[in-house]
């Protein structure tokens, strides 16, 4: 079992920055990919950016290429969402989520396999 706990969001200003952070409890953590989603209110969910079990591949999604970078420390357990340049429609309950999957990067919600509960994101204009 996975349990995975995510903090670092808030309120900033547009044009503002933010690191989210994703801490997990399992020992399994290193060979998990890892994604990070978003979601705002009255809108499915949507796939921000993912990334390997080793962190040699990444992938996002082009609204936030050149914005957001993932990265992973896998000795804290713990993935990251640094936003840089947020806007106003990047305000959302951001997610991240465990794939066992871990050599793919993996834009679809359905085959991730644990989920956080979520931080929220809120871009003040």
């Known amino acids: 079992q996975v349990q995975l706990v995510e903090s670092g969001g808030g309120l900033v200003q547009a044009g503002g920055s933010l690191r989210l952070s994703c801490a997990s409890s399992?020992?399994?953590?290193?060979?998990?990919?890892m994604g990070w989603f978003r979601q705002a209110p009255g809108q499915e969910r949507e796939f921000v950016s993912a990334?390997?079990?080793?962190?040699?591949?990444?992938y996002s999604a082009d609204f936030v290429k050149g914005r957001f970078t993932i990265s992973r420390d896998n000795a804290k357990r713990t993935v990251y969402l640094q936003m840089n340049s947020l806007k106003p429609e990047d305000t959302a309950v951001y997610y991240c989520a465990a794939d066992r999957a871990g050599a793919v990067t993996e834009t679809r919600a359905q085959n991730y396999d644990y989920w956080g509960q979520g931080t929220q994101v809120t871009v003040s204009s």
């Open positions: 990334i390997t079990w080793n962190g040699e591949n990444t």
């Open positions: 399992g020992r399994t953590f290193r060979y998990y990919a």
